[in-house]
C-alpha cells in the first residue's frame, strides 16, 4: 500500500527567503499544504502577507517576515522572530531574467557586488543563522534555488553563473559538515522560468516563449509551480538519504550526469 503523503512535512516550521512572489510563492503555498508553517519572507510587506492570505485562505499555517537577507542584523532580527525552524529554503536572489545582460571584458566590479551578495553571501547569511537550531533538534532540510547558469554556463552571465556555481559547492561542503547531525542540504537548479519580467515580455510577445524553448525537450519553458513537488520530497523525511546533490528542474535544457 501506497502510505498517505497529504501531510509528508507536518508540524514542521519553514522559512522561505523571497517568497512573495513567483517560484517562493509557489514553494510556500506548496509546502504549507504538505502541512508546514510557513515563514513567508520578503523585503515587501504586502508581498509577503498576500501570500499568507492565500494559504490562510485554505485553512493553512503562514506567517509573514519582512527582512532583507544580504542584511546581517536584519536577518539576526528574522531569526528572533520566527525561532528556530526544520527547514529553510534559500529562494531570495536575483532571477535569470533579472539580470544585466553583459559581456565580462565590459563590466565593472560594482555590476558584481550585487549578484555576489544576494546569490551567494546572504545563502552563506541566512543559512549561518538557522543552522545552530538544526543541529541542536538533530533534524533539518536545508534547500538552495539555484540556476542552469551556474551548471552549464550562459553567454553574458559569467558573474550570476558564478554566483550560482558558488552556491552550490557550498550546499555540497555544508551536506558532509552536517550529514551526521540528521540535517541534509541540496539544490534545486531552474532553466528560464516564465515569470516576473520575463513573463512580462512573453505577455507582450506571446512568440517569445516558442522562440526561447526551442532548446527544452519538454517544449516549454519553467512555471513557479513545477518547482514545488521536488522541493516538498527534499524537505521531508522522505528526503533523508538524500543530501549534497542538485537537481535539475529545467524541461530537459541541461540534464545532470
Not at 508546514?36 to 493553512?60: P, Q, T
Not at 571584458?105 to 543559512?127: H, M, Y
Not at 551556474?150 to 551536506?175: N, P
Not at 551526521?180 to 506571446?206: F, K, S, W, Y
Request: with cysteine.
Amino acid at each position: 500500500m501506497i502510505p498517505d503523503r497529504s501531510n509528508v512535512i507536518a508540524d514542521r516550521n519553514a522559512v522561505i527567503t523571497g517568497s512573495g512572489a513567483g517560484v517562493g510563492r509557489a514553494l510556500a503555498i506548496q509546502m504549507a499544504r504538505a502541512g508546514a508553517h510557513v515563514w513567508v519572507n520578503d523585503l515587501n510587506r504586502d508581498r509577503a502577507e498576500s501570500v499568507c492570505a492565500e494559504i490562510e485562505a485554505e485553512g493553512l499555517l503562514a506567517s509573514p517576515v519582512i527582512a532583507d537577507v544580504c542584511d546581517g542584523d536584519a536577518v539576526g532580527a528574522m531569526v528572533r522572530e520566527t525561532g528556530p525552524v526544520d527547514i529553510l529554503v534559500n529562494n531570495a536572489g536575483i532571477p535569470e531574467s533579472g539580470v544585466r545582460l553583459q559581456h565580462f571584458a565590459e563590466s565593472e566590479p560594482e555590476d558584481w557586488e550585487p549578484l555576489i551578495r544576494l546569490n551567494l553571501f546572504a545563502v552563506l547569511g541566512v543559512t549561518r543563522a538557522y543552522l545552530p537550531g538544526m543541529i541542536e533538534n538533530g533534524w533539518g532540510r536545508i534547500l538552495t534555488i539555484v540556476s542552469d547558469s551556474g551548471r552549464k554556463g550562459e553567454r553574458h552571465q559569467a558573474v550570476y553563473g558564478a554566483a550560482k556555481a558558488a552556491a552550490m559547492g557550498f550546499s555540497r561542503g555544508l551536506a558532509h559538515d552536517v550529514g551526521r547531525q540528521g540535517i541534509t542540504v541540496n539544490c534545486i537548479a531552474l532553466g528560464a522560468m516564465n515569470h516576473g519580467v520575463l513573463a512580462d515580455a512573453i505577455e507582450a510577445d506571446p512568440g517569445l516563449e516558442r522562440k526561447l524553448s526551442r532548446p527544452y525537450p519538454a517544449g516549454r519553458l519553467g512555471r513557479p509551480e513545477d518547482v514545488a513537488p521536488l522541493a516538498v520530497l527534499l524537505c521531508s523525511d522522505g528526503g533523508a538519504f538524500i543530501t549534497g546533490q542538485v537537481y535539475p528542474v529545467d524541461g530537459g535544457y541541461f540534464p545532470a550526469l
